[in-house]
Structure formats: structure tokens, C-alpha cells
């Protein structure tokens, strides 16, 4: 049967806030938009966002978007692009003000002004007293975000393919990409959607850990497919873990049950960040406070009865301001700890949370794909959000930044684009050997036999990266997992599925999931190894200093042969002094 | 509209259903739709698939976060869920 072909000015894989933020653009603007989604779009990743977005607005505390800058420069331990971060700090005060018009329900202060919490790494005149920037709905600020975008898509008449499923892109001779390869999952009938721009929007891929916050789905599919279609991903070895997350289970507490007076004890009952954070004490970065958890309990003064986890202590504050301020983490925490926190403190330990590396793009989100300071970008290639690096988060993200980092690049993506197409109005010819090397790698899955099982491969991949790639790295431990995450993706081809039905075949998509989580972890494992020093989330005993002579260069993977390459910083912004990289204290 | 037979029964649709946009409903959900889902009535299945279509938050809120459905027919179904065993 032949393949089914359609064809749109513009193809979004991913449909969190990036995607329907850059789709909205796309749609008001009457091109021709295509969402691909893996599940409802209103169940993607950006749901989960509970904490809320950044922006200088001072309605709390005095605030412009320059000190933003400053925190957010700082927080990067200046890897971050400089000229990017100022664009998205001054763009961070017109979207949350848009985003107020389109509806979204912001939670208000007594004069109707929008709330702004107190996050960590935030401070008032360039790194003096705390700041409040972090505007929130309720606990549901993710949600309300995708919700009002999703339902302005409908409006402007989106086209969603929702349970679809990405497999590859298509390029040709050129390397251009020419659409994907996607698959429905309802179905198992595999489409060809034709796009003279394509938008990778992702997400991220939390999942290569065993102990996550992340969703099932963040599998990093769109970073995957950018391995395999020849081109880098950046900064991979920069995966912040969320200093609380629910010991052994992974899921989060957020960091505004610290923002509201909760702390961290060891089992000595003693408050440990005041010896590692002497200012910013349970507020500091989370690198550090993630980093510090596992310092008590590799010393020995962890808690229960393995000693593996610390406590998060809450029971001080007033049960009436838990359940105003910090809904739903009450409930959680009975549930997936067996702990009532209003009594008892909770058990919590870093959790992989969300990866700063990605698909490199200028500010544009455009794709960069060479190492080439001065290089140019991909014609047509664009991502935005947490598959991508616009790189404003540098090697560590601070919170409340993600949210924005999705809407101000996900909208620019789709302004850019639609100069694009306007430049650019016609399909280029498909490259029938590309779309035959896609469809082959899906009929793979067809072989049947006696095999490894997808669930037992993805158990084994996901404790490796876990023991050798997670929070504390040194040589050995990391060159010996580079080793074993190479052979596990050498039994890929050893895997068969149990389950050879077409109709919503979770086997089959769980099998493409593992391809990429495997394609994406040795992107981590092998980008970690080779950077030899500590900044932000990449922490080595072993080269335990920040190395801004050797070191203050972004690193480049390809697949072929595990390359890396590096490129340089750009500490320049776009309209104000650089600032020069200092030891970042807290 | 009436659920029909067809689709209660259809597990792997409603395996991918429960893949959610949040850590804590895709470990509940699949844990619920493994180990209580086909000895339920076909009644409470077909309040399970009507709560797959609500929002994640609103789901979140009743099986987590210790809200009630307003529907009494919910009710029974979301202390069902809560009793999952997710060790």
C-alpha cells in the first residue's frame, strides 16, 4: 500500500507550550500548521508545571528585567548565551502581560495586581536581597498556560494529528529537513507529512533516569531524531536534578514548599544548608541544594533505614497556609510517600528533572548545526523549548525560567518562520531513499522471534545512567558507563516486541521510546565524560573547580562515532555590559 | 453518549489513555488499569473512561490531590484509584 502523504507550510512535532505557542503564531498568521502530538496536547509534559513563570514585574518586591538577567546569567555559572537571556528577560514582562489577556488565571494580590513568589536564585539589584518574580496560578500554572493556547488553536483552526507518533525526520540530499515520518498510534498506518519548515518542540527526556519527576512520555524523541538525521545536540551533559523529589518515587515537591518556609534536615535533625548556602540557605540554586542532599547522605547522615534520603520539613508552618499556598502536595505526599506532612517531614532526594542541553538554535530558534562560532543555520530547521538550547539556561536553569524559556522562544520560533515561508513558499522535492531509510527503521520492529524485551532493556538503560551519569560524576564510574550504555545500544538489535498488533500497540511505541532514550543517553553519558570540571548541574569530584580557561565552551555531540566538538560562549549581549564570569555564591 | 461495549474492553487504547502529561497519573493510572480496571462493573469502567477524558489537573485534584468529584458515581471510582498500591 502506498504510503499517505500530506503536505503543510509548517510541521510542529510536540505540543506543549513551545509547540502550540509557535503554532498559535503560525495560525493567526493563516499558514498552514500541522501539531503532531503523542498524546492530547493538553496532556503534555507542560502540564506539570506547577511553580510558574519569570518576569520582572516588582508587583512584591522592587524588580526589572536586568537583575533577572543578571540571576539568570549567574545561575547558567555563565555558559549561558548572554544575548539570548537578555532578549528573554526583557520579553518575560509582555508575555505574562499577553498571556493575562488571553485568560490565563494568574493568582492575585489584594490590589489585583499579579502574585510573584519568591523562588531560588532570585535577588533584587544584582544579587542582593532576595526578589519575588515567579507569577503562578495557583499550583496550575502549566496548565492554564497550555489550556488557553491549546483552545486559541482551535480557534485559528490548528491542524492537530493527536496520537501520532514521530519516528524520524526527512531530509534530502542537502541535509535539509523536508517533514517526518510519523505514525498512528490508533492505527499502526505510518504518514508522511510534508512541511517546508519543521518545528521540533518536544520536550524533554527525564525518562533516561530511573528516578524522575518526568512523565512517561518525556522520552527525548525530537532530540533523537536530530542525532540520527545528522546533526548535534548541545550542552547534554548539563541535567538538572530537582533537589526534592519524593525519595525513591521520583515525583516532585515543588521548590515553593521551600519558598513558603519549609526546610531540608538531616538525620541529626540538623539544617544543612546553612553550612553549604549561608545566605540563600534552602533558597539557593538548585544544583547546589541538590548536590548538598547527596553530600549528607554520602556521608553518612542520611535518613531511614538505608540512610539514602534526607527530610523536608513543613510541620513547623501552619497547616491552614499549607493548604492555601501549597495545595495538592498534602495529598501527594500521603500517597506516593506515606507521609502526611502536616506531622511528619517528607523524604526526599534529587530527582532528574528537567535537561538544559538540547538541539542548539540562535535566539531565533533557528538550528545551528555546526560547531562554527560564526556558522549559519539550517535553512527551515527550527526548536523551541526543552528539546532545544536557545541556551539560557547555560549548565544550570533556574526556576520559574523553563516556563518562560517556552514562551518567548516557542512565539519567536513562529515569527521566524513565517518570514521563512514567506521567502520561501514552495515544497522541495522529496528524497524517496530518506523516506525508504525511515520506513525501514519502523519495519524493524516487525522481526519477530525470541528477543530481549523492551521493558527489561529499558530497566538496565535507565539504572545505568542513573549510576553513572546522575548527580556525582568521576572518570572511571562515567568511562565504564559510557562502555555499558554503547553496549546496551548494541542489543537494540536484539530486542523484539511481545506484541505484534497494529491497533495502539504500547509495545511497539515503547520500543521507538527506548531507541531514542538510548540515542539521547549516550549524548549525556558521553558529553559528561569529556567535560572536566564542575559548573552548574555537571559536578566532579575529581575536577571539582569551574575551569572558565579550559572550559567556558559549549559542548557539540554527534552520533557518528560519539564526536564531540566545542564552540564558544557568546558573553555578549545585545544591549547592555557582559557579565564577567565570578565564583557563583549563594 | 453511551460508552459502548467495545471500547471497555479495548485495554491497550486505554493503556495509551493513561499516559498523562504528569509523573503521579501515569504511575496511578497504569497501576489502577493493571491491577483493578477488569474487575470493576461496566458501570465504574465506563466512569473510568469518562474521568480519562477530564483535564490532568482535575483528575490530579480528585485521585491525589484529595478533592471529590461532584458526581456521586465518580466518587467510588477516584477511592478506588486511591487505593492503588503504587509501592
Redesign the interface.
Same mark, same amino acid.
Given at each position: 500500500m502506498a504510503l499517505e502523504k500530506q503536505r503543510f507550510d509548517t510541521l510542529i512535532l510536540g505540543a506543549g507550550g513551545a509547540g502550540l505557542n509557535a503554532a498559535l503564531q503560525l495560525a493567526n498568521a493563516n499558514l498552514k500548521v500541522a501539531v503532531v502530538s503523542?498524546?492530547f496536547p *493538553?496532556? =503534555?509534559? $507542560?502540564?506539570?508545571a506547577q511553580g510558574g513563570v519569570n518576569a520582572a514585574l516588582a508587583n512584591v518586591l522592587p524588580d526589572n528585567w536586568h537583575w533577572h538577567m543578571f540571576d539568570t546569567v549567574k545561575g547558567s555559572d555563565y555558559l549561558g548565551d548572554q544575548d539570548a537571556i537578555e532578549y528573554m528577560c526583557r520579553e518575560a514582562i509582555p508575555t505574562v502581560y499577553e498571556l493575562e489577556h488571553s485568560g490565563v488565571p494568574f493568582s492575585r494580590l489584594d490590589n489585583g495586581k499579579i502574585y510573584q513568589r519568591a523562588f531560588g536564585g532570585q535577588s533584587q539589584n544584582f544579587g542582593g536581597d532576595q526578589a519575588a518574580r515567579t507569577c503562578a496560578a495557583a499550583d496550575?500554572t502549566g &496548565?492554564a498556560i497550555l &489550556?488557553t493556547l491549546y483552545q486559541q488553536n482551535i480557534r485559528a483552526k490548528t491542524h492537530f494529528f493527536d496520537?501520532y507518533f514521530a519516528v524520524d525526520l526527512i531530509q534530502d540530499q542537502e541535509g535539509i529537513i523536508l517533514g517526518a515520518l510519523v505514525l498512528d498510534?490508533?492505527t499502526g498506518e505510518p504518514l508522511l507529512i510534508e512541511a517546508k519548515t519543521t518545528l521540533l518542540a518536544t520536550g524533554g527526556c527525564g525518562q533516561v533516569f530511573r528516578t *524522575? =519527576?518526568?512523565?512517561?512520555?518525556n522520552t527525548g524523541d525530537g532530540k533523537a531524531m536530530i542525532l540520527r538525521a545528522g546533526l548535534p545536540l548541545m550542552d547534554m551533559e548539563f541535567f538538572q536534578f530537582h533537589p526534592t523529589g519524593i525519595a525513591g518515587?521520583?515525583?516532585?515537591i515543588t521548590e515553593g514548599v521551600r519558598g513558603e518556609g519549609g526546610y531540608l534536615i538531616n538525620k541529626d535533625g540538623e539544617r544543612f544548608m546553612e553550612k553549604y548556602a549561608p545566605n540563600a540557605k534552602d533558597l539557593a540554586s538548585r544544583d547546589v541544594v541538590a548536590r548538598s542532599i547527596v553530600t549528607e547522605v554520602r556521608e553518612g547522615r542520611g535518613c531511614g533505614p538505608e540512610a539514602d534520603h534526607v527530610m523536608l520539613k513543613v510541620n513547623h508552618l501552619d497547616e491552614a497556609v499549607i493548604a492555601k499556598r501549597l495545595?495538592?502536595i498534602?495529598? =501527594?505526599s500521603k500517597?506516593?510517600a506515606g507521609v502526611d506532612p502536616v506531622k511528619d517531614p517528607i523524604p526526599v532526594f534529587p530527582t532528574a528533572h528537567y535537561v538544559m542541553g538540547g538541539i542548539p538554535t540562535d535566539r531565533f530558534g533557528r538550528v545551528m548545526p555546526t560547531s562554527d562560532d560564526d556558522g549559519d543555520h539550517l535553512p527551515g530547521l527550527y526548536a523551541a523549548g526543552e528539546c532545544a538550547c536557545a541556551s539560557v539556561h547555560g549548565a544550570n536553569r533556574l526556576g520559574g525560567n523553563s516556563l518562560l524559556d517556552i514562551l518567548v522562544f516557542g512565539r519567536l520560533a513562529g515569527k521566524s518562520i513565517i518570514d521563512y515561508v514567506r521567502d520561501n513558499p514552495s515544497h522541495r522535492p522529496l528524497d524517496e531513499a530518506n523516506v525508504e531509510w525511515a520506513m525501514g527503521r519502523l519495519g524493524r520492529w516487525d522481526n519477530k522471534g525470541d528477543g530481549i524485551t523492551v521493558s527489561d532493556l529499558r530497566k538496565e538503560f535507565r539504572k545505568t545512567m542513573e549510576d553513572h551519569a546522575g548527580v556525582f560524576r568521576v572518570e572511571e564510574m562515567m568511562r565504564e558507563g559510557v562502555e555499558k550504555v554503547r553496549a546496551i545500544r548494541e542489543k537494540l538489535a536484539d530486542v523484539r516486541l511481545t506484541?505484534h =498488533?497494529s $491497533?495502539?500497540? *504500547?509495545n511497539r $511505541?515503547e520500543a521507538l521510546e527506548l531507541e531514542n532514550m538510548i540515542d539521547v543517553g549516550l549524548s549525556i553519558a558521553t558529553s559528561a565524560l569529556h567535560r572536566k570540571e564542575s559548573r552548574g548541574a555537571h559536578s566532579r569530584p575529581d575536577y571539582p573547580k569551574r575551569d572558565d580557561a579550559e572550559w567556558m565552551k559549549h559542548t557539540l555531540y554527534w552520533q557518528e562515532g560519539d564526536k564531540l566538538d566545542y564552540k564558544g560562549v557568546r558573553s555578549q549581549p545585545l544591549t547592555v555590559e557582559s557579565f564577567p564570569p565570578k565564583e557563583r555564591v549563594y | 453518549m453511551m460508552i459502548p461495549e467495545s471500547e471497555l474492553k479495548?485495554i491497550?487504547?486505554l493503556?495509551?489513555q493513561c499516559?498523562?502529561?504528569? #509523573?503521579? #497519573?501515569?504511575? #496511578?493510572l497504569e497501576a489502577f488499569l493493571d491491577q483493578h480496571y477488569e474487575m470493576l462493573s461496566p458501570r465504574l469502567q465506563r466512569h473510568f473512561l469518562q474521568l480519562l477524558e477530564f483535564?490532568?489537573?482535575v483528575i490530579?485534584?480528585w485521585c491525589?490531590?484529595?478533592e471529590n468529584p461532584d458526581d456521586e458515581g465518580f466518587v467510588e471510582l477516584v477511592d478506588s484509584i486511591?487505593a492503588t498500591s503504587?509501592a
Open positions: 503523542k498524546v *493538553t496532556r =503534555s509534559h $507542560t502540564v506539570a496550575r &496548565h &489550556h496520537e498510534i490508533a *524522575t =519527576s518526568n512523565a512517561h512520555i518515587k521520583g515525583m516532585l495545595p495538592g498534602r495529598e =501527594s500517597i506516593f506484541d =498488533s $491497533t495502539f500497540n *504500547t $511505541t | 479495548n491497550e487504547k493503556r495509551w499516559r498523562r502529561g504528569m #509523573l503521579e #497519573l501515569d504511575v #496511578l483535564p490532568d489537573p490530579h485534584s491525589v490531590g484529595g486511591r503504587v
